[in-house]
């Protein structure tokens, strides 16, 4: 439809794997087809067949939060927000014993210090990760 154009890159890459991109205005949208790998995990599960170790939750307990710096193939530094009503979600709705393992996970994970504004984005997503509108709802926290 009008004002909802898309562009959609295909790639056909070596070991049968193939790659869809979908570019909209906004974002873009990845479909990647492959054998499963060795060890692998990610966002989409880790290709063992069993869908109950594949929610959100037992993926950031796997995987965590955030790529690890060193593990990062792409240029440049991501954008990580973590505002003050963020701050305030976390203090008020995340439980202790989820944020303080979470915070040293993600502080281990990033080489950061746990006060560092992206490890507290991280633990935010550890908190909260299986809550597609927590960042939404922290907005709340005014």
Request: some cysteine.
């Amino acid at each position: 439809p009008e004002g909802n154009e898309k562009r959609i890159v295909h790639m056909d890459l070596p070991l049968g794997v193939r790659v869809e991109v979908f570019q909209w205005n906004n974002f873009v949208d990845v479909t990647i087809e492959m054998s499963p790998q060795p060890g692998q995990d990610g966002v989409c599960g880790n290709a063992n067949g069993d869908q109950s170790d594949d929610t959100t939750s037992s993926i950031l307990a796997r995987i965590g939060a955030r790529v690890r710096p060193r593990d990062n193939i792409l240029s440049g530094k991501p954008f990580i927000a973590f505002t003050p009503q963020m701050k305030k979600m976390l203090e008020a709705e995340c439980s202790p014993d989820v944020r303080a393992p979470g915070q040293a996970a993600c502080a281990t994970s990033l080489g950061l210090p746990g006060d560092h504004e992206e490890v507290q984005a991280c633990t935010f997503d550890m908190c909260f990760g299986q809550n597609v509108r927590a960042r939404s709802h922290a907005k709340t926290y005014a």
